[in-house]
């Protein structure tokens, strides 16, 4: 069935660092990706997504590639912040059989940011 | 706007008990679910709606019961409280389709005893 697998944390950063969180998934059918990010006793808010191939989500300094030859959607970021600590999930939609699928989500990757 | 918000915020329940989970929106969204969020598990979806009147089961329905009769609310009923049922529990809302962004309520924390 369809399912994502994204990177088990935590992971601890300095700030400015370098962040990479890796997303991989399997799909019956057209998918489209998605990350939301999870601050500290809040709901989740969308982050950036990406619908076809070869597209590129970007937002507040985050990007993520969806690569349809290597299934993957990994999260980056050049320099991180100390307010970029949260938790981060991706998620999948597939577009199978005239219908577009529910939310798939992994099960988070937790980021802490030191200053 | 106020967005999506839930009541209440925090709840401790007997086993088998009933309760009703709140969730009201008021931007106009035609789709609504309910998921839970449990430790090392992410988010699974247990009811949703893609109007008023049509609601349908996601991947963890048992023991939860849901109605839409308007485009505002979306609750979600315990008919009989499990401890398998504490969790933290997240409303969403967008407009058709799980492809538009998903507005995401603050949640309610359930315990179950």
Partial sequence: GDSVTQMEGPVTLSEEAFLTINCTYTATGYPSLFWYVQYPGEGLQLLLKATKADDKGSNKGFEATYRKETTSFHLEKGSVQVSDSAVYFCALSVYYGGSQG???????TKLSVKP | NAGV???PKFQVLKTGQSMTL???QDMNHEYMSWYRQDPGMG???IHYSVGAGITDQGEVPNGYNVSRSTTEDFPLRLLSAAPSQTSVYFCASSYTGVT???YFGPGTR???L
């Fill in chain 1, 102 to 108: 529910n939310l798939i989500f992994g099960k988070g």
């Fill in chain 2, 5 to 7: 918000t839930q009541t």
């Fill in chain 2, 22 to 24: 709140q969730c009201a």
């Fill in chain 2, 43 to 45: 988010l699974r979806l």
């Fill in chain 2, 100 to 102: 538009n962004t998903q």
């Fill in chain 2, 110 to 112: 359930l315990t179950v």
